[in-house]
């Protein structure tokens, strides 16, 4: 099945920035384009929680309103990547930052779903991500 890898992640002092990344790989029947692409984060005792998506189908995305502004997702579906550029960090951003892949459909529009872990097919391992002050 899909494997989502992602990478980027460390430790970076409040204000500074990281980039994420991740790669799929293992399509069958579909390819990374029939996919919108998304990062999730959870940090211990909270919820997971939406922060940015991506669609293929026609290019939108979506980001959480505590990130708008600083984060920034994109996708190189010559790459099967996909990144998220965060910038500004906060403290409140200290989390494990995961990728995750939702097949699109014609009947229903990402932006319905996008912040709904349960209607993603696909998740990667996560990368930890800490904002020190």
């Known amino acids: 099945e899909v494997q989502l890898v992602e990478s980027g992640g460390g430790v970076v002092q409040v204000g500074g920035s990281l980039r994420l990344s991740c790669t799929a790989s293992?399509?069958?029947?579909?390819?990374?384009?029939?996919?919108?692409m998304g990062w999730f984060r959870q940090a211990p005792g909270l919820e997971r929680e939406a922060v940015s998506v991506?669609?293929?189908?026609?290019?939108?995305?979506y980001s959480a309103d505590s990130v708008k502004g600083r984060f920034t997702i994109s996708r190189d579906n010559a790459k099967n990547a996909v990144y998220l550029q965060m910038n500004s960090l906060k403290l409140e951003d200290t989390a494990v930052y995961f990728c995750?892949?939702?097949?699109?459909?014609?009947?229903?529009?990402?932006?319905?779903?996008?912040?709904?872990?349960?209607?993603?097919?696909?998740w990667g391992q996560g990368t930890q991500v800490t904002v020190s002050s």
């Open positions: 293992g399509f069958s029947g579909f390819t990374f384009e029939d996919y919108a």
């Open positions: 991506i669609s293929s189908r026609d290019g939108n995305s």
């Open positions: 995750a892949a939702a097949r699109e459909v014609n009947t229903v529009a990402v932006g319905n779903y996008w912040r709904n872990a349960g209607g993603y097919d696909f």
